[in-house]
């Protein structure tokens, strides 16, 4: 079955700090991953798209890793802020599920002041 | 720039009406999908269509209908509404859909009450 997790459900840092969060995915054939930012009760944002072929996407202090063969992406913050406080999901959509995106449960992210 | 725009933000129904969710996509995107959002749970693709076909189905119900028009812009009705409807119900649109690789933007959402 093709799913996707994400670990921690939960993270809270204080402001300034670098973070990781991650996704892994139980199958290597993927189009293509991206990320979101989902605040409470909104829309889900598009952070960075990694197509299958790349290794990586930066987007000012966004840093997202793909690493097909082990099924796993991470998402890099740096210099957090209190404004970065939401939920992040990863979300995959596969070869062979059409275009479908499969979500992850996502990280709930705090950043204190 | 132009994003996904969806109506209405909110609605509110009671059991076994009907309701129908509208979806307008990014201009020149030919491709639209639809997810739903429980309480607590992460989006789970419904449905979506490409050039006014449709291109895949996902787990959603036979009382939901949903088409694209010659506008592109889609619609999803849904009947027999049942209290675990209650959700957020959200369009995402693309330029492609089978066989490429191309972002889904997504619309803010429609927040769907059932009582």
């Known amino acids: 079955k093709q799913e996707v997790t994400q670990i921690p459900a939960a993270l809270s840092v204080p402001e300034g700090e670098n973070l990781v969060l991650n996704c892994s995915f139980t199958d290597s054939a993927i189009y293509n991953l991206q990320w979101f930012r989902q605040d409470p009760g909104k829309g889900l944002t598009s952070l960075l798209l990694i197509q299958s072929s790349q290794r990586e996407q930066t987007s000012g202090r966004l840093n997202a890793s793909l690493d097909k063969s082990s099924g796993r992406s991470t998402l890099y913050i740096a210099a957090s802020q209190p404004g970065d406080s939401a939920t992040y999901l990863c979300a995959v959509r596969w070869e062979t599920s059409g275009s479908r995106l499969t979500f992850g449960e996502g990280t709930q992210l705090t950043v204190n002041p | 720039a132009a994003g996904v725009i969806q109506s209405p933000r909110h609605l509110i129904k009671e059991k076994r009406e009907t309701a129908t969710l509208k979806c307008y996509p990014i201009?020149?995107?030919?491709?639209v999908y639809w997810y739903q959002q429980g309480p607590g749970q992460d989006p789970q693709f419904l449905i979506s269509f490409y050039e006014k076909m449709q291109s895949d189905k996902g787990s959603i119900p036979d009382r939901f209908s949903a088409q694209q028009f010659s506008d592109y812009h889609s619609e999803l009705n849904m009947s027999s509404l049942e209290l675990g409807d209650s959700a957020l119900y959200f369009c995402?649109?693309?330029?492609?859909?089978?066989?490429?690789?191309?972002?889904?933007?997504f619309g803010p959402g429609t927040r769907l009450t059932v009582t």
């Open positions: 201009p020149r995107h030919d491709t």
């Open positions: 995402a649109s693309s330029f492609g859909a089978l066989g490429r690789s191309y972002e889904q933007y």
